[in-house]
């Protein structure tokens, strides 16, 4: 079954610098997205990851703040810049294969701040 | 922005017994998916629903969709231990692919 992988598994950062987080897939997927999941909370979208252009943000979610590459069909990347203990959170990327209609997610990437 | 309601919050069953969650919208979705995440695991989809009244199974698994489009719901007959988790329905707009609007969750637990 096709695989997706998110790099790190976890991470705990101090405040005030970033981190990259990336989302690796074993085969070519029509779209990407990228979520948060606070503390015992549900899943909240952050943006849509698209192919060569810039994502698209949901509300109360800026590119300053998260910035996201997808530079081709099988790889994105999710910054979270300038952190602070509020970003705390597991963050997901998901996939929509190209044989397939629904989303399927990573593993995720827990983050705490200090 | 949409919200969907989720219902139980949390339930505490005995192994063997069946278990119905729900959930309900004020939108209409083209699509409902329900996911079950595991601790420290990313939510792995269970059962996906994409016409209005239809009703799917998977193993134990059985889940609706509601004829007016704003309603879901997920039963499991029959739960056992590794059945424990969280489980999150989740209601997509538009076509295939497009973003989720999650609920809040039913966390089960199962006495053994």
């Given at each position: 079954s096709a695989v997706i992988s998110q790099k790190p598994s976890r991470d705990i950062c101090q405040r005030g610098t970033s981190l990259t987080i990336q989302c690796q897939v074993d085969s070519q997927v029509t779209m990407m997205f990228w979520y948060r999941q606070q503390p015992g909370q549900s899943l909240t979208l952050i943006a849509t990851a698209n192919q060569g252009s810039e994502a698209t943000y949901e509300s109360g979610f800026v590119i300053d703040k998260f910035p996201i590459s997808r530079p081709n069909l099988t790889f994105s990347t999710l910054t979270v810049s300038n952190?602070?203990?509020?970003?705390s959170s597991i963050y997901l990327c998901s996939v929509v294969w190209v044989t397939r209609y629904e989303q399927y997610f990573g593993p995720g990437t827990r983050l705490t701040v200090t | 922005g949409q919200q969907l309601n989720q219902s139980p919050q949390s339930m505490f069953i005995q192994e063997g017994e069946d278990v119905s969650m729900n959930c309900t919208s004020s939108s209409i979705f083209n699509t409902w998916l329900w996911y079950k995440q595991d601790p420290g695991e990313g939510p792995v989809l269970l059962i996906a629903l994409y016409k209005a009244g239809e009703l799917t199974s998977n193993g134990r698994l059985t889940a609706q969709f509601g004829i007016t489009r704003k309603d879901s719901f997920l039963n499991i007959s029959a739960?056992?231990?590794?059945?424990v988790g969280i489980y999150f329905c989740a209601g997509q707009l538009g076509e295939y692919g497009n973003k989720l609007v999650f609920g809040a969750g039913t966390i089960l637990r199962v006495k053994s």
């Open positions: 952190m602070s203990p509020e970003d | 739960s056992i231990p590794s059945d």
